[in-house]
């Protein structure tokens, strides 16, 4: 993939996203079917487990799981911070999955 950072760049943005506060707002809150608490939980253990050694089937297909989520909720979220939030988990579970994606021929 083009301008997918590389297992440094997943480092990175975790260390980014480890800084960053939970919009406290959100929790408890449902968007259209997705628990935004969860899909943080979700997406953070398996960015863990990539920079341990990647992932199995069943951890690859909740991540892009995950990224389908962050698709379907950030353009619902209105508040600034929020929204960055979000699309900046968007982009560290796009990175973790980058791996995965199988090479054109």
């Known amino acids: 993939m083009v301008g997918v950072p590389s297992e440094g760049g997943l480092a990175?943005?975790?260390?980014?996203?480890?800084?960053?506060l939970f919009p406290d707002g959100f929790r408890g809150v449902d968007f259209d079917g997705v628990d935004p608490v969860l899909l943080d939980a979700d997406v953070a253990g398996l960015v863990q487990g990539e920079l341990?050694?990647?992932?199995?089937?069943?951890?690859?297909?909740?991540?892009?799981?995950?990224?389908?989520?962050?698709?379907?909720?950030?353009?619902?979220?209105?508040?600034?911070?929020?929204a960055s939030y979000f699309a900046k988990l968007r982009t560290m579970a796009q990175v973790a999955a980058a791996a995965y994606v199988p090479a054109a021929t």
């Open 52 to 82: 341990k050694g990647g992932l199995d089937d069943s951890g690859i297909a909740c991540l892009w799981g995950c990224v389908a989520d962050l698709d379907k909720i950030v353009p619902l979220i209105n508040e600034e911070y929020c």
């Open 12 to 20: 990175r943005v975790w260390e980014d996203h480890l800084r960053a």
